[in-house]
């Protein structure tokens, strides 16, 4: 269900499932099966993580969530802040972290948590995947109801065993509606790359935004350019719109 939010062409998106229905966005991520989330550069690892959170995590049933991070995207990246998981509105004491020095660990920590009954998602931190992996985690996943998302560095490319794929990177937010000079909500674009689950979505490019004041998803029919200028709210004062992840 869609519905209009105002005349700057935001809708919002209800991720209801409904028995029946075609599938619809975000296609099963976090709900079942193993998906990828893949940087479209080096430098949208960030929007990954905030389009896992928003899109994926939140979809996660009752029990923990457990976050799988191996040591090069942590050295990289960083580590996640509690305050932050609780920006995209979900509860940091439900999050065990686990860290993990080869990627190898990595997945076999992903599989082993899967087998755990208290766990609702498993999420990971990977340089990449090869198909053999994605296959025994595909299988893990379907064995035992976790579902998992890979959150894949740009370098992510040909045949996994994954329901999905997404390509990420971050897109140009509004300003501040309090502060034109100041950067608004996080957005993102997301391409569905490839679907197991709606082969006829694949290749559908999904421009989001967050809000943390509703704490949801909008579709957004365009996005901006570093080189645009949104209407001010104060007269006669505009704002550079910023990058944001």
């Known amino acids: 269900m869609v519905m209009q939010m105002d005349a700057a062409a935001l809708k919002l998106v209800d991720f209801s499932c409904r028995t029946g229905a075609a599938p619809a966005f975000p296609y099963g991520l ?5 998906h990828e989330i893949a940087a479209a550069g080096h430098g949208d690892m960030p929007a990954c993580a905030g389009f896992a959170f928003c899109a994926g995590l939140k979809r996660a049933g009752p029990g923990a969530i457990i976050w799988v991070s191996e040591h090069g995207r942590r050295r990289d990246f960083g580590f ?24 190898r660990e990595a997945l076999w920590a992903v599989e082993e948590a ?5 766990v609702a998602l498993v999420a990971a931190e990977l340089p990449g995947i090869d198909f053999t992996a994605s296959r025994r985690l595909s299988l893990a996943s379907e064995a035992r ?77 365009r996005l901006a350019t570093g080189a645009s200028r949104p209407p001010s709210p104060a007269a006669g004062d505009g704002g550079d719109w910023r990058e944001t992840g």
């Open 30 to 34: 976090g709900e079942r099966g193993v």
């Open 80 to 103: 996640l802040a509690g305050h932050g998981l609780a920006g995209f509105g979900l509860d940091p004491g439900r999050v065990l972290f686990v860290h993990a020095r080869k990627p």
């Open 114 to 118: 899967m087998g755990c009954g208290a």
């Open 145 to 221: 109801g976790v579902p998992a998302v890979l959150l894949l560095g740009p370098r992510c490319e040909g045949a996994t065993a994954a329901a999905a794929r997404w390509r990420v990177r971050a897109r140009p937010s509004a300003p501040d509606r309090w502060d034109p000079r100041a950067p608004g909500h996080p957005r993102w674009q997301a391409v569905l790359e490839r679907s197991r689950t709606a082969p006829g979505a694949a290749g559908r490019t999904h421009d989001l935004e967050f809000d943390h004041e509703t704490l949801s998803v909008h579709m957004v029919s």
